[in-house]
């Protein structure tokens, strides 16, 4: 993809590689140029385990949609959806239930050409191009208000999303709005990458993201629960994405704080 294909929409920067493009290139993806890929390799050779690292986040969005599945959630949001890839979020909603309303939310726009295309002439899932902090459009789209009832419980993901929302972007607040939208009985899945157990690779990886479309914001698991203090959090708390709900001890591994990305699920009571 190093030629500017035609279905990109004219103004979009290729000089700069995005976050989206480079976590497509970490799971094996195909939409991602080079630019991302000049990125993601610098990445590579500071956290060498960053491919592993997005696929168990990416397995830790899957088992937190099939357990607000088991809890009766029948609408999804995943804020920062990214490019598509296996396992998106309506596949698994609807091999249960074909009925489920999924939105999609990304302002990437390679994550939302692609979203649509696969999207398209489903009834029951859709994409909005927005961002996280805009919260009145991704809430008052008329996409998002076709199939989302938010008088009813509804499951939002905000999976690798908020570490790259800096603190003068008031991330604390910005969730709370979204808290106050949501009926009881919500839930909220959220991961975010730590550097508290690797320091130097890890922000050898923030160094490298500064001068990307997407700075990355390292943060505390205090700082991560206190970001989602609005919310009730579902055992086992805040805890590596590996060790939240695993479906097999090996899954977890000996060493889940490799992983680097806090993860957790929490319910608006």
């Not at 592993?52 to 949001?77: H, K, P, S, T």
């Not at 999609?104 to 999207?119: C, F, M, Q, T």
Request: hydrophobic share 40%; charged share 25%.
């Amino acid at each position: 993809m190093d030629q500017r294909p035609d279905w990109l929409a004219e103004g979009v920067d290729l000089d700069k590689p995005s976050a989206a493009r480079c976590y497509d290139f970490y799971l094996g993806g195909a939409h991602n140029f080079a630019v991302d890929r000049e990125l993601a390799n610098k990445v590579l050779d500071v956290v060498p385990n960053v491919k592993e690292v997005a696929l168990n986040n990416r397995a830790f969005l899957r088992r937190a949609v099939r357990y607000c599945l088991d809890q009766g959630i029948r609408q999804f949001l995943d804020i920062g959806s990214g490019i598509p890839t296996a396992g998106n979020v309506h596949e698994i909603v609807h091999a249960v239930d074909p009925q489920a309303r999924v939105v999609y939310v990304d302002n990437e726009p390679v994550a939302v050409a692609h979203s649509r295309s696969i999207l398209n002439g489903n009834e029951n899932a859709t994409i909005v191009q927005a961002d996280l902090r805009d919260v009145d459009d991704v809430l008052e789209s008329p996409e998002t208000q076709r199939l989302l009832d938010f008088s009813q419980p509804v499951a939002v993901m905000m999976v690798a999303l908020v570490h790259f929302v800096p603190e003068s972007a008031k991330p604390r607040e910005i969730i709370g709005r979204y808290h106050d939208k949501l009926a009881p009985g919500s839930y909220l899945g959220f991961s975010h990458v730590t550097g508290e157990e690797f320091p130097e690779g890890v922000q050898g990886l923030v160094k490298l993201y500064e001068n990307s479309t997407n700075p990355v914001t390292l943060r505390t698991r205090a700082e991560v629960a206190e970001l989602v203090s609005d919310f009730e959090l579902v055992d086992p708390g805040v805890v590596y994405v590996s060790e939240w709900h695993p479906d097999s001890p090996e899954d977890v591994g000996e060493h889940p704080e490799e992983t680097i990305v806090y993860g957790l699920v929490g319910r608006k009571v």
